[in-house]
Structures are given as structure tokens and as C-alpha cells.
């Protein structure tokens, strides 16, 4: 499978610290023996945010993970992105994450995480700490393979 990463952080994207959720990311994706095949960090920006998602769908990641941007402050549009370009949200991915994290922090509740098709891919919105963006990718990772063949438009065993 093939995936894109996409760190949305004004502060990582303006150099003024290390993106840490990217490569926490990557490394989860090379563990499961996925392919990343496109990478970037960019500012909590919708316009910049959604570009950057239909991008890596038409070079064809299935799977687009974004980490950051998933918040209640006012820079954190990653949800609002991403719903403005979907065919379609499954809400049983954001749902997953938030039960199962709040078994880890009570913030898990401010959490906007969500799942949903862009294109032909398919794309979770994840936590900004890497910690939280790798827990969470693991809670969903059972029904990501066949979300990832549905959007893609391929032949499923079930």
C-alpha cells in the first residue's frame, strides 16, 4: 500500500521545531510494510491542506495519514479541509480513536479525528503528538486495508 504523510503545523513548516509526528508516522508505515510514497509538512492552512491531499491522491497513495491540525484552536482546520474536498466520512474511524484514547487522556475528548474518501484514497485525520498519531493509526488499523481498496476501487475478499 502506498501512503502519503502530511504535517499540518505552522511552527514545524516555519522551521521553529522539529516535525516529529512525520517520521513517528513513517516509521509506523514501515513497521506494517507500507510504502510511503510522498511526504510533507505544511502550515494549518485549508487551501494549502486540501492541495496537498488531492496531491498525494493523484499520485497515487491510497492511504493519506495527516498528523496535526485535529484541535479546537483557531489555526486547527485539518477536519474542515478535509470535509470540504471527501466523497464520503466514516465516522466509525473518529469514533475508535476517541473511545479508545480517552482510555489514555481525558483530552481525548477534544480530539476531531475523522476518516474519509478523497479521491481514491482514503484519509485519517490524526493527533498532532506523534505518540497519539501512532496510537490512534493502531486502534483503526484492522479496517484500513479494505477501507483503502474500497476507495481505490479494487477487488475486496469480503
Given amino acids: 500500500m502506498k501512503v502519503g504523510i502530511i504535517t499540518v503545523s505552522d511552527r514545524a513548516s516555519a522551521g521553529e521545531y522539529k516535525d516529529d509526528g512525520g517520521p513517528a508516522l513513517k516509521k509506523a508505515c514501515a513497521e506494517r510494510n507500507w510504502e510511503v510514497g510522498a511526504e510533507a509538512v505544511i502550515p494549518d492552512d485549508l487551501e494549502r491542506i486540501q492541495a496537498t491531499i488531492l496531491s498525494f491522491s493523484a499520485q497515487g497513495c491510497g492511504l493519506v495519514l495527516t498528523t496535526g491540525g485535529t484541535g479546537i484552536t483557531e489555526r486547527d482546520v485539518t477536519p474542515e479541509a478535509i470535509r470540504g474536498i471527501m466523497r464520503v466520512e466514516i465516522p ?5 480513536m476517541r473511545m479508545k484514547s480517552l482510555a489514555i487522556t481525558p483530552n481525548a475528548i477534544l480530539s476531531r479525528n475523522l476518516a474519509a474518501v478523497v479521491s ?11 505518540t497519539g498519531a501512532v496510537e490512534c493509526l493502531e486502534f483503526v488499523e484492522g479496517a ?4 483503502v481498496k474500497l476507495a481505490m476501487k479494487e477487488p475486496t475478499s469480503c
Avoid: D, M, N, Y
Fill in 120 to 130: 481514491s484514497s482514503l484519509v485519517l485525520a490524526l493527533p498532532g503528538k506523534p
Fill in 92 to 96: 466509525g474511524f473518529g469514533e475508535t
Fill in 144 to 147: 484500513i486495508e479494505h477501507s
